[in-house]
């Protein structure tokens, strides 16, 4: 029964997590959409820089969101014994990195891998998005040169 359990918690923060994340970075490309309208064109390149640097930022800050739900719900079904653990372990999990020192209590351990496989799957998610920006500032730059 308890395996049931995680694996309802599981899908139900897998969810949230990428609804979360959809809507963060619908939020950046629309940020970066008006920050392009609103740009002088003299200094592209430099406002360009910007939004790599506030894109970088805000999905650093949407993972952040997402690493501190699963610890908060460590915590509120008590897997983990405080604040501290339960950001570690949810760090070092979301990311793969897993160093195994602060492990789930028995009953979430499951959890604690579908939490990897969903950190591996949205950090993609984010490079692609950040990969695409970089790829726009690039496409501006032979733009500019091109023009010059």
Known sequence: MQLL?????????????????LMGIAALMLLLRLHRRRRPADARLIWEGLAIVG??????????IEIWLYAGFYLFVGALPSLEAALYFSTASYTTVGYGDVVLAPGWRVLGAIESANGIILL???????????GRIRWLESEIENTQ
């Open 5 to 21: 359990v995680e694996l309802a918690a599981a899908t139900m923060l897998v969810a949230i997590t990428c609804a979360v994340h």
């Open 55 to 64: 894109a970088a930022t805000g999905l650093f800050v949407l993972h952040g």
């Open 124 to 134: 993609g998610w984010s490079t692609a998005f950040f990969v695409a920006i970089v």
